[in-house]
T-cell receptor
Framework: EPEVTQTPSHQVTQMGQEVILRCVPI?????FYWYRQILGQKVEFLVS????????KSEIFDDQFSVERPDGSNFTLKIRSTKLEDSAMYFC??????????????FGSGTQLSVL | RKEVEQDPGPFNVPEGATVAFNCTYS??????FFWYRQDCRKEPKLLMS???SGNEDGRFTAQLNRASQYISLLIRDSKLSDSATYLC??????????????FGQGTILTVHP
């Protein structure tokens, strides 16, 4: 089965530093997403992205967050000035389409971000 | 009311047992429903979609009651490998929101020998 690839698997940073989390979605997919999961809590939607622009974002996705598709293969999540509460597992996902109700999202294995 | 609410669990069952999980959702406009499983510190993986008529995949049976906004998952003949957290997931209310999944807190299942 095709895979969504995320790097790095673990990222440790100091509070206030910028981090970039990287994802390579499945090659023929057009829709991209970031989700996060704080330890012991539920998985939460952050943002969806299509055609080089944000389609939808949650309340969590404030001005400190940004997403980009810098080339034809990568999809990145940037946190400009990390806070302690940004510590979480961040999952990238992609889907071929989004207009079908049961469209399957493929999740990457996640990047564990630890802010010290 | 939480958007997606699940049995708190945890469930500890012996191999071979039948176990059922329940879930309710608050948005009556939700279009699609899923059960995912998540192993410790791993990504969520789709277990099965849930259809109005109910559906079965091997030992797993999912049911949906739109009127009650209730979803269930039944696992028969539990295996050790079924030990995981089971996530009830609801999709967006149509249009561009189909990729916006809302996850429940999850129910931990441990199957012991």
């Amino acid at each position: 089965e095709p895979e969504v690839t995320q790097t790095p698997s673990h990222q440790v940073t100091q509070m206030g530093q910028e981090v970039i989390l990287r994802c390579v979605p499945i090659s023929n997919h057009l829709y991209f997403y970031w989700y996060r999961q704080i330890l012991g809590q539920k998985v939460e939607f952050l943002v969806s992205f299509y055609n080089n622009e944000i389609s939808e974002k949650s309340e969590i996705f404030d001005d400190q967050f940004s997403v980009e598709r810098p080339d034809g293969s990568n999809f990145t999540l940037k946190i400009r000035s990390t806070k302690l509460e940004d510590s979480a597992m961040y999952f990238c996902a992609s889907s071929e389409r989004r207009d079908r109700p049961n469209e399957k999202l493929f999740f990457g294995s996640g990047t564990q971000l630890s802010v010290l | 009311r939480k958007e997606v609410e699940q049995d708190p669990g945890p469930f500890n069952v012996p191999e071979g047992a039948t176990v059922a999980f329940n879930c309710t959702y608050s948005n009556s406009a939700s279009q699609s429903f899923f059960w995912y499983r998540q192993d410790c510190r791993k990504e969520p993986k789709l277990l099965m979609s849930v259809y109005s008529s109910g559906n079965e995949d091997g030992r797993f049976t999912a049911q949906l009651n739109r009127a009650s906004q209730y979803i269930s998952l039944l696992i028969r003949d539990s295996k050790l490998s079924d030990s995981a957290t089971y996530l009830c997931v609801v999709n967006g209310a149509g249009g561009t929101s189909y990729g916006k999944l809302t996850f429940g807190q999850g129910t931990i299942l441990t199957v012991h020998p």
